[in-house]
């Protein structure tokens, strides 16, 4: 899930906003947005999409599709101002599942991509957790300024670095650089940047695209790529999910990396079906 935009005026909103919450309880903060949801939910070009999601993937009844939209509108708006409030400088309870598989993996000489998705809040999982190798986080390279300023400063105090999305796909040499290097790659695995190239894969019951690029760079250079989810628990509390993708199966490197595909999807559909709120898709993602 990223924001996308260019610096403009919006900027003093976005600092006015951290100010705001460095004095304010999140809950009162989260109370003031949801008076607002009904009425973004009304020219929302996201909407129809959300409402397909819940009515036809989960099948909720067209009334309960309707309130999941809104639902899924609100938990999206605290994630995004529980990002504002870690550049902010709050904190977060976190409980990780799968820390020592984490651990073990990071510390391997090879490097490693760790897989995310518009599901829960992956940017926090840069600051829950932490390794002696370098995180590179693939980023849209037009998000505001406060935004990357607020990563920049919380990343100061990880082993992560940027990497910005450029039309000339340079970010894609750059990351095939610091997997070389025995790096870490942290990259959505549920939407394709820049590259045309997909795969097809079964989730919900039809087939959606997936982006080629992370699953070919893993077979390329035979390194392990686990999935990361991190979910809102609570007011200020979240979980983080960390699983390793199999290992792929197949008879050439097509299968292969359709296999590992195939695994990624599976596991990002079993997280959606249980936290069908905070799957931030508003787009048609099997078209």
Known sequence: MTWKG???????????????????????VYALMALVIPFYMMF??????SYSFFRNRIGY?????????????????????????AYAGKRFRIEVSGKELFDNMSSAPEGMIMLGSHLGNHELAGYFLKSEKRVNALVFAG????????????????????????EDL???????????????VSIAGDRSFGSEKRLRSPFFGDE???????????????????TVFVIKKGIR????????????????????TQSLCNAYSATLEKMAKQYPFQWYNFYDFWA
């Open 170 to 184: 340079s970010h894609v040499f750059m990351l095939n650089e610091v997997l070389a290097d025995g790096e870490i």
């Open 208 to 226: 959606a695209s997936f982006p080629y690029g992370p699953f070919a760079m893993a077979l390329q250079r035979c390194i392990r790529m686990i």
């Open 44 to 49: 929302a070009n996201g909407f129809k999409a």
């Open 61 to 85: 009844t067209p009334v309960k599709s309707f309130f999941s939209v809104y639902a899924n509108e609100f938990n999206l708006g605290m994630v995004v101002l529980d990002r504002f409030a």
């Open 6 to 28: 260019s610096t403009d005026g919006t900027g003093w909103m976005q600092r006015a906003l951290i100010g705001i919450i460095r004095i304010c309880p999140l809950i009162l």
């Open 237 to 256: 509390q979240y979980k983080v999910w960390v699983e390793a993708l199999p290992e792929p199966s197949g008879s050439n490197r097509a299968e292969r």
């Open 143 to 166: 998000e505001k300024e406060t935004i990357m300023e607020g990563r920049t400063n919380r990343f100061e105090q990880t082993n992560i670095r940027m990497i910005p999305i450029k």
